[in-house]
Nanobody
Framework: QVQLVESGGGLVQAGGSLRLSCAAS????????MAWFRQAPGKDRGFVAA????????YYAASVKGRFGISRDSAKSTVYLQMNSLKFDDTAVYYC?????????????????WGQGTQVTVSS
């Protein structure tokens, strides 16, 4: 089973940028579809972005498209989420998820490995 550890969260002003990292261990990352989800207080966990296991397709929630970018560095076994033009509504705990040979699903139930989450707080 792959283990995931997120980092890079923090406090940022609206309009600023952050880059989240998700470091994987235990299995080669290049066999996994990866995704980012987020959960704000009082809300369900929601899809943010995904990349399929081949790394040739990416998918985004409408609310972040054009502002966020997901990428992977298989040599470093790390997936990134570059977040630009951050808004107050982006405040949430961000989770990294993995699925073996995953195709970039938007459904959280399709992922069988999760990180512990990293807090992103955007001040208005």
């Amino acid at each position: 089973q792959v283990q995931l550890v997120e980092s890079g969260g923090g406090l940022v002003q609206a309009g600023g940028s952050l880059r989240l990292s998700c470091a994987a261990s235990g299995r080669p990352l290049n066999n996994y579809g990866m995704a980012w989800f987020r959960q704000a207080p009082g809300k369900d966990r929601g899809f943010v972005a995904a990349i399929n296991w081949k790394g040739d397709n990416t998918y985004y929630a409408a609310s972040v498209k054009g502002r966020f970018g997901i990428s992977r560095d298989s040599a470093k076994s790390t997936v990134y989420l570059q977040m630009n033009s951050l808004k107050f509504d982006d405040t949430a705990v961000y989770y990294c998820a993995a699925r073996f040979l995953g195709d970039g699903s938007r459904w959280a139930g399709n992922y069988d490995a999760w990180g512990q989450g990293t807090q992103v707080t955007v001040s208005s």
